[in-house]
T-cell receptor, first 112, second 114 residues
């Protein structure tokens, strides 16, 4: 079956620090990969996506590269801000499936 | 500007009293989803509609039902809520299924059971 594994949080960083949140996956087909962000009390917002191997998704300074050889889709940002504090979910959508498979989420706390 | 709208944002009901949550979309997407998210957990898909075609997940309790009277609206009905049904309920839409189509989420309805 499909699964997504994320690093456990919380991840606590100082403002302007470099961020990496690891995500690895298992899938039976050729999935599309997503990062969603959830701010406190809100729904999920699509942060970025990649639909095939070696694609790089990017948005708001965040980046993630679809690595088929390592089945990974790690999220990175060069300089985090306090406003980036949220829970980040890695997710995949496998070929022929209609439902997203989510990782367990990683809480990021950025301190001023 | 909001594209997937859930009402209400917060819902309180009594143990065993039926409750309905609503979702509307302005995106004209074919697919609408309902997810349940318990505290500090990932969202879990309950069911989805592709147009009028209803698709239930195998482990969704019978207590949960859904209606989609038209393209824009989708409802989640909980017939007899138990304490374990307290959660955030998220509605999402996508244009199509698969093919890298992202799902667009509403802000959710937080359901509390007294």
């Amino acid at each position: 079956g499909n699964s997504v594994t994320q690093m456990e949080g919380p991840v606590t960083l100082s403002e302007e620090a470099f961020l990496t949140i690891n995500c690895t996956y298992t899938a039976t087909g050729y999935p599309s990969l997503f990062w969603y962000v959830q701010y406190p009390g809100e729904g999920l917002q699509l942060l970025l996506k990649a639909t095939k191997a070696d694609d790089k998704g990017s948005n708001k300074g965040f980046e993630a590269t679809y690595r088929k050889e390592t089945t990974s889709f790690h999220l990175e940002k060069g300089s985090v801000q306090v406003s980036d504090s949220a829970v980040y979910f890695c997710a995949l959508l496998d070929t022929g499936r209609r439902a997203l498979t989510f990782g367990s989420g990683t809480r990021l706390q950025v301190q001023p | 500007d909001a594209m997937v709208i859930q009402n209400p944002r917060y819902q309180v009901t009594q143990f065993g009293k039926p409750v309905t949550l609503s979702c509307s979309q302005t995106l004209n997407h074919n697919v609408m989803y309902w997810y349940q998210q318990k505290s500090s957990q990932a969202p879990k898909l309950l069911f989805h509609y592709y147009d009028k075609d209803f698709n239930n997940e195998a482990d969704t309790p019978d207590n949960f039902q859904s209606r989609r009277p038209n393209t824009s609206f989708c409802f989640l009905d909980i017939r007899s809520p138990g304490l374990g049904d307290a959660a955030m309920y998220l509605c999402a839409t996508s244009r199509e299924t698969g093919g890298g189509q992202p799902q667009h989420f509403g802000d959710g309805t937080r359901l509390s059971i007294l």
